[in-house]
C-alpha cells in the first residue's frame, strides 16, 4: 500500500495514525496517509522559524527566484507522475488536470519568481518646511512562517497558489492539504527535497481540520499568518482561531456565483462557455456558476441548448481522455450536494436533465458520481438559490431588462464572481463594474492571468492574492524614512 507521509524539516516523516485515501471514480483505497499530531505540526512551525532565521530568510532575490524555477522545472519532468496523482485523488478527466491542475501549479512558482525580480518598492520624498527634505522607502521582508490550509476541489493549483508567493517573499511555510486530496502535495514535497530547497522551508503536514493538523496551525501562536482557501464556514472557524493572536489571514472561500447571458450574446460561443462554467470539474470549482440569468428573448431556447449539451457529456474513467466529467470528491459531498437535489424538489424546481446517481454496471458504480443537473422554477429566495452546493448543477432563470439582471446577480451573500455573456460592448463593461464581486468576467468564465487581483467580498472571502496582491499579503513592509538636511547643491 502507498503510503504518504508528513515532510517535515527536510525529512519524510511517519506517524502511527493513519486515514485512507479514497479514489472518488470507484471508492478504492489508493494509499495509507500518516496523520500528522501536534507534536509533528510544533515541530514543523520549529523548523520553519529555524529556516526564516537561516540562510534562507537572507538569501537574494536571484538565489530564491532560481530555487523556485527549479522547482517548477522539476514538477514539469515528473508532470505524469502528479497527473496520474490527481486524477486518482479527485477522479477528474485527464483533458482537465494535464490542461490546468497540473501545468498551472508549476506555473505559480514560474510566475511568482518572475514577479520576485521585478517586484516594485515605493519611495517617497517629503519636502520639510525648514529646507530639509525625509526620503521615505519600504523594505519588504518575510512574514515568518504562513500556515497553509487548502481545499480538494484544485489541489495542487491551489497549495502552489498559496505556497510560491509565500516561499519567493522568504518565507518559510507549513502546508496542509484537504485530507481528501493529499497525493500531489506529497509529490511536491519530495520536489522540494529533490531540488535541495534547504530543510524547514516547505513542511508539509497530512490531516484533517477541527481536532487534527488544521486546528493545529490555526491554534498555534507560533504561526506568524495563515492563508486559507476553503468553506466559507470554515473560515469563520479559522478567523476565531487566529483573532487569539491577531496574525494576517487571506480568505478565498465558497461562492454562489451569477452568469448573466443577454439576447445579444454570441449564443453558441455562450453555450460552450457556460458549459464550461456550470460543469468544469462536475461543478466543484468555487467560481462556477450555479444561478444563471437568461433574458427572456432567448430563454427557451437557452435551456434546451444546455439540456441537449448536457445529454452528450461523458462520464468517464478520468485516463478516458473523451471523458468531461467526473465524480464528486467523496461520498459525503455527493450527499450533500444530492441534499440539495431533494431540497430544489421540495422548494418546486423542475428538473430539465439529470437529477440522479449515474448507473454505469462497472467498478464506478462504487464511486461517488452524479448527473451534470439543470433546473428552474425555484423562486430567488429558495434555498437552493442562497447556498452554494458544489455540484454539477445550475438554476436558470429568466428577467427583463439589465437593472432587473445586476439587482438579481448581486442579491447574495457571497461576492466572488460573476460572467456576463452580451455582444453590446457598453452594456459589457456597465454591468460588470456593477457587480458586487472579486472578479467578474466577459464573454468568458476562469480566464486568469496570474498577476491579477484574485478573491472575494462578503461570504466570499477577505483580502485578494495574485500578482503583487500575493507579495503584499506574504511580506512585512517596513517603512524607512531618512532625513536628508539643507537642499541640493
Ligand atoms: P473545507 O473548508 O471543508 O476544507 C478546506 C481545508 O480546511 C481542508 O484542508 C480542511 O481539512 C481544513 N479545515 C476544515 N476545518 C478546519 C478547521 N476548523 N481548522 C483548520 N482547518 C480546517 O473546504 P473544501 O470542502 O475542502 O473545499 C470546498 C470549498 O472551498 C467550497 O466552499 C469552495 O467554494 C471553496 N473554494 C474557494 C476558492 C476560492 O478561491 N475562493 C477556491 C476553491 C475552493
Not at 510560491?164 to 511536491?188: F, M
Not at 472575494?456 to 517603512?479: A, K, P, V
Request: include cysteine.
Amino acid at each position: 500500500m502507498k503510503q504518504f507521509r508528513n515532510y517535515i524539516d527536510g525529512r519524510f516523516v511517519d506517524s502511527d495514525r493513519h486515514f485512507d485515501d479514497l479514489n472518488p471514480v470507484d471508492g478504492s483505497v489508493i494509499a495509507r496517509v500518516h496523520e500528522a499530531d501536534r507534536a509533528m505540526v510544533d515541530s514543523a512551525i520549529a523548523a520553519g522559524r529555524r529556516a526564516v532565521n537561516g540562510p534562507w530568510g537572507k538569501m537574494s532575490v536571484e538565489g530564491r527566484a532560481k530555487i523556485l524555477y527549479r522547482i517548477a522545472d522539476e514538477m514539469e519532468r515528473r508532470f505524469d507522475d502528479f497527473l496520474d496523482a490527481e486524477m486518482s485523488d479527485t477522479g477528474k478527466p485527464h483533458a482537465m488536470a494535464s490542461t490546468i491542475d497540473v501545468p498551472r501549479g508549476a506555473a505559480n512558482f514560474r510566475v511568482f519568481a518572475d514577479i520576485l525580480k521585478t517586484a516594485p518598492l515605493e519611495a517617497y520624498r517629503t519636502d520639510l518646511a525648514d529646507g530639509a527634505h525625509a526620503i521615505n522607502y519600504t523594505v519588504r521582508k518575510p512574514l515568518g512562517v504562513v500556515g497553509i490550509i487548502s481545499p480538494w476541489n484544485l489541489p495542487l493549483l491551489l497549495l502552489t497558489w498559496k505556497v510560491a508567493p509565500a516561499l519567493a517573499c522568504g518565507n518559510a511555510v507549513v502546508a496542509k492539504p484537504s485530507e481528501e486530496t493529499p497525493a500531489t502535495a506529497t509529490l511536491l514535497a519530495e520536489v522540494m527535497d529533490t531540488v535541495g530547497v534547504p530543510a524547514g522551508v516547505f513542511n508539509l503536514v497530512h490531516g484533517f481540520g477541527p481536532e487534527s493538523a488544521g486546528e493545529f496551525i490555526t491554534t498555534s501562536a507560533d504561526i506568524d499568518a495563515i492563508t486559507f482557501t476553503g468553506e466559507s464556514r470554515t473560515g469563520s472557524a479559522i478567523m476565531r482561531a487566529a483573532a487569539d493572536h491577531v496574525k494576517p489571514i487571506s480568505f478565498e472561500l465558497g461562492g454562489k456565483n451569477a452568469a448573466i447571458v443577454f439576447a445579444d450574446c454570441d449564443f453558441d460561443k455562450t453555450i460552450e462557455g457556460m458549459m464550461r462554467a456550470v460543469f468544469l470539474n462536475s461543478g466543484q470549482v468555487c467560481l462556477c456558476s450555479e444561478r444563471v440569468f437568461v433574458e427572456r428573448p432567448i430563454y427557451e431556447r437557452f435551456v434546451a441548448a444546455m439540456a441537449e449539451r448536457m445529454s452528450s457529456m461523458k462520464l468517464g474513467w478520468p485516463g478516458d481522455k473523451a471523458s468531461n466529467m467526473g465524480p464528486l470528491i467523496s461520498s459525503e459531498h455527493r450527499d450533500k450536494v444530492l441534499g440539495y437535489f431533494e431540497l430544489a424538489r421540495a422548494e418546486g424546481a423542475t428538473f430539465v436533465a439529470g437529477g440522479r446517481v449515474p448507473k454505469f454496471n462497472d467498478a464506478r458504480d462504487q464511486g461517488f458520481w452524479v448527473e451534470p443537473t439543470l433546473i428552474t422554477g425555484l423562486s430567488d429566495q429558495a434555498r437552493c438559490m442562497r447556498e452554494e452546493i458544489f455540484g454539477p448543477i445550475c438554476h436558470v432563470t429568466p428577467f427583463d431588462g439589465e437593472s432587473e439582471a445586476i439587482a438579481r446577480a448581486n442579491d447574495t451573500r457571497y461576492g466572488l464572481a460573476a460572467t456576463i455573456w452580451t455582444t453590446n460592448v457598453h452594456r459589457a463593461h456597465r454591468v460588470a463594474e456593477s457587480m458586487k464581486v472579486g472578479l467578474a468576467w466577459v464573454n468568458s468564465w476562469f480566464l486568469r492571468d496570474l498577476r491579477t487581483p484574485f478573491g472575494g467580498s462578503g461570504l466570499s472571502g477577505i483580502g485578494r492574492e495574485g500578482g503583487m496582491h500575493s507579495m503584499n499579503f506574504y511580506s512585512e513592509l517596513t517603512n524607512v524614512c531618512v532625513r536628508v538636511e539643507g537642499g541640493a547643491a
